[in-house]
């Protein structure tokens, strides 16, 4: 039996008011909105108060972004405690320990331990060496705290990651270190961040999300690394977990014998 003119019509009528609708509804959102979805998409109070984070996988790796210059890392592991709180963007909290290597020749090493910051060679006596590797690596965690007093959310002009139509909000810290988010316009996902280093404007990209429950945790399995919009890593994270307990010494890295 064919549905009557009246009926194809009203179907017709929802279908183009339905768009325009979740259109309307996007327009009113304010950063905060935005912001306040994105938290809630990655888990809520169970996401912004995780203790740490420790993460497994692979990374491709380009020297100055070039193309010939790529290596492949076999074994690409992150470890993070988080901060309590935090008021600057860009500078080292909390502990963090990232290491590349390549069957089983370490490529790279970055550490923090809450006071002392390490690369490969051990710790790093160069104070301004280390607030470039700090500024580059510290930026996303920001979002946690944004919408406490102090923070400063402004909505920019929508656009895509990936093809996904995103919302950006611009976050100043009360530092007034800017960090820029653009997320899902349709699930909220933390697709992108940006932010100024001294190696130049730095963009992470995220994809592949994962859910996990215990506590509620959505995490991207990919990130891409840019600088001056030149990719230098893709990773792929193979495993996560969430709130592992992680002993002090897991951030520091003995100086090399000379």
């Given at each position: 039996?064919?549905?009557?003119?009246?009926?194809?019509?009203?179907?017709?009528?929802?279908?183009?008011?339905?768009?325009?609708?979740?259109?309307?509804?996007?327009?009113?959102?304010?950063?905060?909105?935005?912001?306040?979805?994105?938290?809630?998409?990655?888990?809520?109070?169970?996401?912004?108060?995780?203790?740490?984070?420790?993460?497994?996988?692979?990374?491709?790796?380009?020297?100055?972004?070039?193309?010939?210059?790529?290596?492949?890392?076999?074994?690409?592991?992150?470890?993070?405690?988080?901060?309590?709180?935090?008021?600057?963007?860009?500078?080292?909290?909390?502990?963090?320990?990232?290491?590349?290597?390549?069957?089983?020749?370490?490529?790279?090493?970055?550490?923090?331990?809450?006071?002392?910051?390490?690369?490969?060679?051990?710790?790093?006596?160069?104070?301004?060496?280390?607030?470039?590797?700090?500024?580059?690596?510290?930026?996303?965690?920001?979002?946690?705290?944004?919408?406490?007093?102090?923070?400063?959310?402004?909505?920019?002009?929508?656009?895509?990651?990936?093809?996904?139509?995103?919302?950006?909000?611009?976050?100043?810290?009360?530092?007034?270190?800017?960090?820029?988010?653009?997320?899902?316009?349709?699930?909220?996902?933390?697709?992108?961040?940006?932010?100024d280093t001294p190696r130049g404007w730095h963009q992470r990209i995220y994809s592949d999300f994962e859910t996990k429950t215990n506590p509620t945790f959505r995490q991207p399995?990919?990130?891409?690394?840019?600088?001056?919009?030149?990719?230098?890593v893709d990773a792929k994270w193979q495993s996560w977990s969430v709130n592992a307990a992680m002993p002090d010494s897991t951030f520091k890295v003995a100086a090399k014998a000379?």
């Amino acid at each position: 039996m064919r549905p009557s003119i009246a009926a194809v019509a009203a179907v017709t009528a929802f279908a183009v008011a339905a768009p325009a609708a979740a259109h309307e509804a996007h327009r009113l959102m304010t950063a905060r909105d935005i912001i306040a979805k994105a938290v809630a998409n990655a888990g809520g109070d169970a996401w912004r108060g995780a203790r740490t984070m420790h993460m497994k996988g692979v990374a491709t790796l380009y020297r100055g972004g070039a193309f010939d210059k790529a290596t492949e890392a076999t074994r690409y592991e992150m470890w993070r405690v988080y901060a309590d709180a935090s008021q600057a963007a860009h500078q080292a909290n909390g502990k963090f320990r990232l290491d590349a290597e390549k069957d089983g020749r370490i490529l790279f090493q970055t550490a923090f331990d809450g006071k002392q910051a390490y690369d490969a060679n051990g710790p790093v006596a160069d104070a301004e060496e280390a607030r470039r590797d700090e500024s580059g690596a510290y930026g996303f965690g920001i979002i946690r705290f944004a919408l406490n007093d102090g923070f400063k959310l402004e909505r920019l002009a929508d656009d895509q990651v990936e093809g996904h139509p995103a919302q950006f909000v611009r976050v100043t810290d009360p530092t007034g270190g800017v960090t820029i988010f653009g997320i899902d316009m349709v699930d909220y996902s933390i697709r992108m961040v940006e932010y100024d280093t001294p190696r130049g404007w730095h963009q992470r990209i995220y994809s592949d999300f994962e859910t996990k429950t215990n506590p509620t945790f959505r995490q991207p399995t990919r990130v891409r690394f840019y600088y001056d919009g030149v990719k230098t890593v893709d990773a792929k994270w193979q495993s996560w977990s969430v709130n592992a307990a992680m002993p002090d010494s897991t951030f520091k890295v003995a100086a090399k014998a000379k």
